[in-house]
Nanobody, 119 residues
């Protein structure tokens, strides 16, 4: 069992920045990939970014060039630096973990943190 705890959400104006953090605990030996999904009201859940323990990354097209995912394997923590935020980035952001980036939707999930971008 893996426990994921997110922090760092909040309210920011368009063009601003936020940094999300997610700390993993529990059966961390089962984790290779960590990352972030988001879900806005009335919209489908969307993969935002993922990163493997080896540093391979994947990003949604909508966030490429604005968001950066990073990871501290020693601390079992993943970060999402979000710059040039847009109102359409408003969503609940969930940390996930699994063996692969592709399977993160079926792995462990955090409780979510709200990100609100005002125009």
């Amino acid at each position: 069992q893996v426990q994921l705890v997110e922090s760092g959400g909040g309210l920011v104006q368009a063009g601003g920045s936020l940094r999300l953090s997610c700390a993993a605990s529990g059966s961390i030996f089962s984790i290779n990939a960590m990352g972030w999904y988001r879900q806005a009201p009335g919209k489908q859940r969307e993969l935002v970014a993922g990163i493997t323990s080896g540093g391979s990354t994947s990003y949604a097209d909508s966030v490429k060039g604005r968001f950066t995912i990073s990871r501290d394997n020693a601390k079992n923590t993943v970060y999402l630096q979000m710059n040039s935020l847009k109102p359409e980035d408003t969503a609940v952001y969930y940390c996930t973990s699994s063996l692969t980036i592709a399977s993160m939707a079926f792995g462990s999930w955090g409780q979510g943190t709200q990100v609100t971008v005002s125009s």
